[in-house]
Nanobody, 119 residues
Framework: VQLQASGGGLVQAGGSLRLSCAAS????????MGWFRQAPGKERELVAT????????GYADSAKGRFTISRDNAENTLYLQMNSLKPEDTAVYYC?????????????WGQGTQVTVSS
């Protein structure tokens, strides 16, 4: 599976962005997927997750109530809708396909898309 993230950009605080992650291959629907982010000088953070079927989602406390993860298995695409953005959301965002049951083991990474939120 190859993952291609897009949709990042520069937005003012309070604005919105929608990230997309297009997957190649026929097995996208078998993977739990997640969005990570990494800000300069900080460790990579798991922001949102979704099960293979899309039936269950999870969010970091920093994302709850503002971000929504979703997927379209027919289109092999993962999304992250980000609303009420804050300057502290500035980071490179990566989509990832999980291997096994732990988010410490990633099967595939996307290349990252930059999100910059100005105050």
């Amino acid at each position: 599976v190859q993952l291609q993230a897009s949709g990042g950009g520069l937005v003012q605080a309070g604005g919105s962005l929608r990230l997309s992650c297009a997957a190649s291959g026929r097995t996208f629907s078998t993977y739990a997927m997640g969005w990570f982010r990494q800000a300069p000088g900080k460790e990579r953070e798991l922001v949102a997750t979704i099960t293979a079927s899309g039936g269950k989602t999870g969010y970091a406390d920093s994302a709850k109530g503002r971000f929504t993860i979703s997927r379209d298995n027919a289109e092999n695409t993962l999304y992250l809708q980000m609303n009420s953005l804050k300057p502290e959301d500035t980071a490179v965002y990566y989509c990832a396909a999980r291997r096994g049951i732990s988010w410490s083991t990633i099967a595939y990474w996307g290349q990252g898309t930059q999100v910059t939120v100005s105050s």
